[in-house]
Structure formats: C-alpha cells, structure tokens
Nanobody, 123 residues
Framework: QLQLVESGGGLVQPGGSLRLSCAASRFTLDYYAMGWFRQAPGKEREGVSCISSGGNTHYADSVQGRFTISRDNAKNTVYLEMKSLKPEDTAVYYC?????????????????WGQGTQVTVSS
C-alpha cells in the first residue's frame, strides 16, 4: 500500500521553528506535486503550500515569508520548514501527493494523503 508519513510535529513556543517531513513509501515522489495542508479544531482544512515536480512553490498568504517547502527526491521526502510560528499555526498538518502536476496552482486532485502530525504553538 502506498503511504505518506509525516513527522516533526510537536509543541513549540510562539516565535519558534519546526521542520515537518513527509516520507513516501512504495512509490516515488519524483513526478508528483506535493502539498501541505492543515486543519485546526473546528475549522476546515486549508492549503498551506505546494511544490511541483519541477520545484515551483506556492504559499498561502498566512504563511508567506515564514514557511518554506522543499523536496529531496533522492530521499523521497518533502519538507515544510516553519519559522516565526504563531498560535494560529496550531493545527494537524497533512502532506499529500498529486499525480497530475502543475507549476501554477496548488488546487489539484491529491491522490495520497498522510495521517497528519500535530503542531501546537503555545507558551
């Protein structure tokens, strides 16, 4: 079974940093667009960032300049570097893979999803 597994979540103080990882097993991420999403309690899931197979990146306005998405195809892993974290960044973060790629948008049909990792920003 194809899998995406997120890791790296945790509790961090406001202003702190975390790096999330999303590792794929049983398939190669090279040709997939990858996205990071989050869902806070009582809120709808929202897109955070995405990266195309060619390396083009997009960010939600709320995280622009603070979060960085990257991919290491040799490690079959995608990362989300999060800095200057705010309490409103608290959520479960999910990664997802889309076989139909695009350099221009994160609004894609995502075929595979991870189980999520909790990020809590609190003092």
């Amino acid at each position: 079974q194809l899998q995406l597994v997120e890791s790296g979540g945790g509790l961090v103080q406001p202003g702190g940093s975390l790096r999330l990882s999303c590792a794929a097993s049983r398939f190669t991420l090279d040709y997939y667009a990858m996205g990071w999403f989050r869902q806070a309690p009582g809120k709808e899931r929202e897109g955070v960032s995405c990266i195309s197979s060619g390396g083009n990146t997009h960010y939600a306005d709320s995280v622009q300049g603070r979060f960085t998405i990257s991919r290491d195809n040799a490690k079959n892993t995608v990362y989300l570097e999060m800095k200057s974290l705010k309490p409103e960044d608290t959520a479960v973060y999910y990664c997802a893979a889309a076989a139909v790629d695009s350099d221009y948008t994160c609004v894609l049909e995502y075929d595979y999803w991870g189980q999520g990792t909790q990020v809590t920003v609190s003092s």
